[in-house]
Structure formats: C-alpha cells, structure tokens
C-alpha cells in the first residue's frame, strides 16, 4: 500500500519523533535535500532501488524498520526496537512472558496484547517469582482495607490498572486479551506471599457475573505456608456471609457457600471470620486469626 506524502504529514512526524536522534536526522536531511520524495510504502521492499522508486521511504511492519531509496541502493534508517526498551509505552509488551528472556524483574510495564480489538496500551504489573516465566497481574483486592463493591469483582468490567501488590485493589477490564494457558491465585500479608497456586487457565474468567471464573482448573500448589489446610488451593464464595467474585475460601474444596475465609461482610471484627481456615505462620503475622491479605489472580 502506497501513500502520498500529503495525505501521512502525520504519520512522518511520528516515525521521526520515535527514532533515534541520528536516524531522525537522516530522514529529515532526506525529506529537505530531496524534493522529489514521493511516498511511504507499508510492506515489503521492491526488488531494486532506482530512478523510478527514488525517494520512496519504506516501512516492515514486521521487523519495525524504516528504509529509503535513494535512487541507487537502500539505507537502513533505523529501527524502532533499538529506540525504546521492551515495556515502555512506545514498545509496549505482548505479554509479560515476551519479556522473559531480556528482562525478567518483576515491576510495571506497559503491555499491548495482539487482538482483533484495538486496544491502547496500557500499564500491567508482571511478576517473575510466582512463575518465571512472567505472569500477568489481572486482579487484586485486600481485605478489610477497601469497601467491597461491584467494580471489584473478578468478573468486572471496570478497570483500574494493576500496577503492583500493594494493598488495594485492582481489576484488568480485558482479561481475555492477556495471554496465557495457566492462572494463578496467590495471597500475601502486607507484601509477603502467604500462598500461591497454579491452574488451568479459566476460560470464564472476567466474563460478566460469573464468579466462577476464578475457580483455579486442576489446581497445583506452588507454595503455601498456611499451618492448616495446607495445599488446598483457594474457591471463590458466593455464599450469605460473602461477595461473588470478591470473597475467597481456604478450606472444603468445592463447597462455596459454607465458609468466609475472606471478607464476612455481614458483620464487624472480631465476629470477622477472615483466613481463619488458614492460620498463619508467626513469621508473618504474630496474629494468627483475622488476618488482613490481599488476593491476586494472575494470567501466565
């Protein structure tokens, strides 16, 4: 596809503004020096540069690279992925897995999944220790520290960036964009993980009011220091005393109404019955029972 230069002023401000100093400078002196620059072409190169396609500036959307004809041969004008690093805005990751093998430090980043949808970019907390091979941080909610609503529901579809684990919540509005076969469900006590496990990617999660998207799929324990009912992964509750997609029990797998590990809403601490199916060793918390946590769901 042929574009003139009249009708991509600007769409050449753009690529020279994301360049390099030097690059920029090249494509400038270019546009100046050579008054008959015709278009920008979006693809393949032609198979020869010559009189008839002098000028033309060519853009791989594959490798990001952008290339002029001079009239005799081609020059490389420079490449957006030696710009900016692999998480800016202006590079924004795939998934927090393609950041794997250059930088894998868990942090915030920015992230552009591949979707027929356009979605901008956008900020996303990707961890390295709950699974090395980067996970996605798609929901959070502390106990007892926030006033449980419907936008934080697992299966909201309110967005608030998930930016990192500090108490609060948060909530990824398109979690079906984020790659990804595995999930994880993992709590921490003011930063120190309690517990994490891994399971089959649930297709319902983030899929409007249906609470059982969280549900962890042929779940695996990846660490868990709850001194009972150590290895029983975590069930979303819907019972009375509970929030649909907000509450999360710890004990007697599959029954999701009987037990309010996380926030007994109906009353007040102490009657609060928070994580009292999962007592705490004292080198998090010298409180064993009503412990305050913070639940995380991530993609991987």
């Keep these: 596809m042929v574009i003139s230069l009249t009708s991509t002023s600007r769409l050449l401000l753009l690529v020279i503004f994301v360049l390099e100093s030097d690059a920029a400078d090249l494509i400038r002196s270019a546009c100046t020096q050579r008054t008959d620059s015709k278009a920008v072409a979006i693809g393949r190169l032609p198979p020869t540069c010559d009189a008839s396609t002098a000028g033309?500036?060519?853009?791989?959307?594959s490798s990001?690279?952008?290339t002029l004809c001079d009239g005799f041969s081609f020059t490389n004008i420079g490449s957006l992925h030696t710009t900016f690093e692999p998480g800016s805005y202006q590079n924004p990751l795939v998934s927090c897995s393609s950041l794997h093998e250059s930088k894998?430090?868990?942090?915030t980043y920015w992230m552009k999944p591949t979707t027929k949808v356009f979605i901008k970019p956008f900020q996303i907390y990707c961890d390295f220790k709950v699974r090395s091979n980067g996970c996605a941080l798609v929901w959070k909610h502390s106990y007892y520290q926030v006033t449980p609503n419907n936008n934080m529901r697992t299966f909201s579809t309110f967005n608030k960036p998930c930016i990192d684990l500090s108490d609060?919540?948060?909530?990824v509005a398109n979690k079906d964009t984020i790659e990804g076969s595995e999930q994880v469900t993992a709590a921490y006590h003011h930063g120190t993980v309690v517990y994490a496990y891994r399971g089959d990617r649930n297709p319902q999660l983030g899929k409007a009011s249906l609470w059982r998207g969280a549900i962890l799929n042929?779940?695996?324990?990846?660490?868990?220091?709850?001194?009972s009912h150590n290895g029983v992964a975590p069930e979303p509750e819907v019972g009375s005393h509970a929030i649909p997609g907000i509450s999360f029990d710890k004990a007697n797998p599959g029954?999701?109404?009987l037990n309010?590990?996380?926030?007994h809403y109906a009353s007040s601490p102490p009657d609060d019955c928070r994580w009292q199916n999962c007592k705490l060793p004292s080198h998090i918390s010298s409180a064993s029972f009503n412990t305050q946590m913070?639940?995380?769901i991530y993609l991987c």
Excluded: F
């Excluded at 894998?104 to 942090?107: C, D, E, M, N, V």
């Excluded at 609060?168 to 909530?171: L, M, P, R």
């Design 56 to 61: 033309n500036l060519y853009y791989s959307t």
């Design 168 to 171: 609060g919540w948060c909530n």
């Design 64 to 66: 990001k690279r952008l």
């Design 104 to 107: 894998a430090q868990s942090g």
């Design 294 to 296: 913070t639940v995380a």
């Design 255 to 257: 029954e999701y109404t």
């Design 260 to 263: 309010c590990d996380t926030d």
């Design 218 to 227: 042929n779940p695996i324990k990846i660490t868990d220091y709850c001194t």
